[in-house]
């Protein structure tokens, strides 16, 4: 189990050392065969444009450690308004409502702990397993037509003289696009702390909802659960590091990332000996094989409601 507090040095070296983004030449849609979330390399190529950003995410780490230590969390219900950003060149990019409402259900149900397979949680985890609390309202669609094949993970889809839509009201609402991303990605999120102007989440159309063109093994709109997570300050389970830190107390230590569906237990190879959570929304799994958080995650993402918290525009 993690330290649920580290040094300033420590989260420098979280933001300011991850992986370099590629940017990659052949963005063209092909099958996904494992699960690619571009968020971390987003977070990096931010990093390097806005020097002051890691300086902004360490002071949000810092006021989410103080509201965790002193129980100061939002009371009451979270409800986040959501505007769903549609960028088709085809019939098939163009998501139908229902689509687009079978994703808001997903996150509905994930958040709130309803998902029938939370059942499935292992005795094991049932005493951390969380209902986050927080719901989703689907308020607006806003579609436009383009002759992009792929818009890559530079944020292009989120400007308007760029040929993307930009963001609604991002202070007050959660926006997410739903586009052809490319290059094997499922989708990414901006993580609290970057510039309004691209702040949200993109989901490639193929993995967006639970119906119409969304491609198994990513078709129960978990690719949503886990981009929003990031967005709410979550980290990959995995810590981006082998045998790294996500800043969560309650998640078993993950020497790297899980893919498919494994088996429980799955064993960790990172000392002392412990079962890794597998079936956490922020590892790597196929859509059915993931189905928790933690309480130590719900209160990680509660964290950015409160007054003076980084998302406290969506508080009560």
Known sequence: MKKLLLSAMALMMLFSCQNDQTDSTDLSASAVTKRGCASQDVLDAQLKADPTLALKMNQIEAFTQKSM???????????????????????????????????????NQDYNATNPDFNSVPSEFAGVAANVGITFELVQVI?????????????????????GIDPTS?????????????????GYAQFPGGS??????????????VSGA????????????????????????????????????????HKTSNFGVPTY??????????????????????????????????????????SGGARSGFGI
Not at 227 to 248: F, K, P, Q, T, Y
Not at 265 to 291: F, I, K, Q, W
């Open 69 to 107: 230590l002193t129980n100061r969390l939002v009371n009451g219900k979270i409800v986040i308004p959501v505007v769903v950003n549609v960028l088709y060149r085809t019939a098939a990019e163009n998501i139908s409502d229902a689509q687009i409402q079978s994703q808001i259900d997903v996150l």
């Open 143 to 163: 579609r436009k037509s383009t002759n992009k094949t792929s818009w890559g993970t530079r944020d292009v889809m989120k400007n308007s003289k760029r040929g």
């Open 170 to 186: 991002p202070e007050t609402t959660l926006n997410m696009w739903a586009c052809t991303i490319g290059g094997g990605i499922l």
């Open 196 to 209: 309004s102007s691209t702040d949200g989440v993109v989901i490639d159309s193929n993995y967006f909802g």
């Open 214 to 253: 969304a491609s198994y093994p990513y078709n129960l709109g978990r690719t949503g659960s886990h981009e929003v997570g990031h967005w709410m300050n979550l980290r990959h389970i995995w810590g981006d590091a082998s045998c790294g830190n996500d800043l969560v107390s309650d998640t078993p230590v």
């Open 265 to 306: 237990p799955y064993v960790s190879t990172c000392l002392p000996a412990h079962n890794e959570m597998t079936m956490n929304y922020m590892d790597y799994t196929d859509d059915r094989g993931m189905y928790m958080f933690t309480n130590g995650q719900k209160s990680r993402m509660s964290a950015l409601f409160v």
